[in-house]
């Protein structure tokens, strides 16, 4: 009967004759969309930031583990890689529990502070309490802080579809994670090399304990601020499906078997994901700047220059995205992404590279360039940030359960084990070139296979995983129109409940 009235609602006649304007259709589904304030908007994204902050934070952890455990580097490499099986399994298994969450205080911001407080249990493990211990503390405490990261994460994922279901909202949503991600990825970073790198004069311990202490507190503040953006959304009823059945292992299954808009969604996503993530491995750059064009330094000065055109594309993109949809607006900007790629090899093929940083012309020209494809790869990550709460909705459209953080969570478990190989693809990739024993240093001698090597690790892999997007985008049924029909039926099943 749901599917029926929707199909009387939306018939393709019904909007033919509304097709003359947009504000019609807009109209017409209004009581369909379920809004977030525009306070709500903003600040809510902020949540993701306390996952950078802890992300950077444990990009030291091997640091650490020398100095303060006694653990050998590739010992400490080896615990954390490790770890990552263990992080991909624990997904599902929190999320099937995390989605029979209900309280009358809501679910999402349960799992934040549980999270949240797993999360600082573990690292204050890690950076103070445990200092001068052994290994088997150090692998218990980073066990903590993964169960605890999952939690926040699968708290996460389960308030991007209840905060709002309006295509434009969440394209705001994505928008604002995207840009705050830029900013609060760098700040922990900055402040180790500026602030505490010059206090203690060493990357020590007792340095690694101010910046632990400091992520905490800072974090503390997001989250209090993200709790309460979410909880006027963070209700019951908001988490209510047509099936009235507790999720379990067979629709996890289900939802990878049966769910077409997840199965191409982890195929573009996914591939992008690797191939940036292996685009933008220290080696690489070490490659690009420290041999090729000669300057290891100027790759630090890009970052900042970067930012300020990332920004206004990301507003661009987005917008465009909730007025036309995710789908098309993926295509487009997937689109732009490999041409800028190709302009960037054919550039540094054809000039001088070791004139980069030097003469003004090669310079502006290679800025301009890096800082174009460094801003269509952020906006096509925005908009792929706005598919996941699409696909949560379409799973109850299909199904009838309502299960964000289990569908979240397949997808998280399915990412992780492929963009794992990352680091193992730049690994083979340097040894072909001769690199088996160390790694590439500044001012090691170019030559033409180490040339073209980086330039398949830099633009190579991120051309193919795009073009991996475009195909699985021919597939990938929540267009617009979909969306449209999905949220209508959505909406009917959620007042039938009530």
């Not at 928008?175 to 060493?202: E, H």
């Not at 503040?221 to 209700?235: E, H, Q, Y």
Request: contains cysteine.
């Amino acid at each position: 009967m749901v599917r029926a009235d929707v199909n009387l609602k939306f018939s393709p006649s019904c909007r033919r004759e509304c097709s003359g304007t947009e504000r019609i259709m807009s109209e017409q589904t209004f009581s369909n969309y379920r809004r977030a304030k525009t306070w709500q908007i903003v600040l809510w994204p902020l949540a993701g930031g306390i996952n950078n902050a802890f992300v950077i934070l444990m990009m030291f952890v091997s640091y650490v583990a020398a100095g303060g455990y006694g653990i050998a580097v590739a010992l400490a490499g080896t615990i954390v890689t490790g770890t990552r099986i263990f992080d991909a399994i624990t997904d599902p298994i929190i999320a099937l529990i995390s989605d029979r969450v209900n309280t009358k205080f809501g679910r999402v911001r349960i799992l934040m502070a549980a999270g949240f407080g797993i999360m600082a249990i573990g690292v204050l493990t890690i950076f103070v309490w445990g200092i001068g211990s052994n290994i088997v503390v150090f692998t218990l405490a980073y066990m903590v802080y993964i169960i605890g990261y999952t939690i926040y994460g699968v708290a996460q994922n389960s308030a991007n579809p209840i905060l709002t279901n309006d295509p434009m909202q969440r394209a705001k949503l994505s928008r604002w994670s995207t840009i705050y991600t830029l900013i609060l990825s760098a700040v922990p970073s900055v402040y180790m090399s500026m602030v505490l790198f010059p206090k203690y004069g060493s990357l020590s311990v007792e340095a690694f304990q101010e910046l632990c202490y400091t992520v905490l507190i800072f974090s503390l503040v997001l989250i209090v601020i993200a709790m309460i953006a979410v909880s006027p959304s963070d209700k019951p009823e908001n988490f209510v499906g047509r099936s009235k059945s507790k999720v379990s292992l067979r629709d996890c299954w289900n939802v990878l078997k049966d769910n077409r808009a997840m199965q191409m969604y982890i195929v573009a996503a996914s591939s992008d994901k690797l191939a940036l993530q292996a685009a933008s491995q220290s080696a690489i750059s070490t490659m690009i700047f420290g041999i090729i064009i000669g300057n290891y330094s100027f790759s630090g000065n890009l970052t900042m220059i970067n930012m300020i055109p990332s920004f206004i594309v990301i507003f661009f993109a987005t917008h465009l995205s909730g007025k036309g949809g995710a789908k098309k607006s993926l295509i487009q900007w997937t689109l732009y992404s490999i041409i800028a790629a190709i302009v960037m090899v054919a550039y540094m093929t054809f000039c001088d590279p070791t004139q980069i940083s030097v003469a003004a012309v090669p310079t502006v020209i290679f800025i301009a360039l890096n800082a174009i494809f460094s801003a269509l790869k952020m906006a096509t990550s925005a908009i792929t940030g706005t598919m996941l709460p699409d696909i949560m909705d379409y799973e109850m459209y299909r199904s009838g359960n309502f299960m964000p953080a289990t569908v979240g969570a397949i997808y998280s478990f399915v990412d992780k084990i492929i963009s794992s190989f990352a680091t193992t693809i730049v690994g083979f990739c340097i040894a072909l070139i001769g690199y088996k024993d160390v790694m590439p240093q500044p001012g090691d001698p170019s030559s033409a296979p180490l040339f073209w090597m980086a330039m398949f690790l830099w633009m190579g892999l991120p051309i193919l995983g795009w073009i991996c997007t475009l195909i699985a985008m021919k597939w990938y049924p929540l267009d617009k129109e979909k969306m449209i029909e999905v949220q209508a039926a959505n909406h009917a099943a959620r007042e039938a409940a009530k």
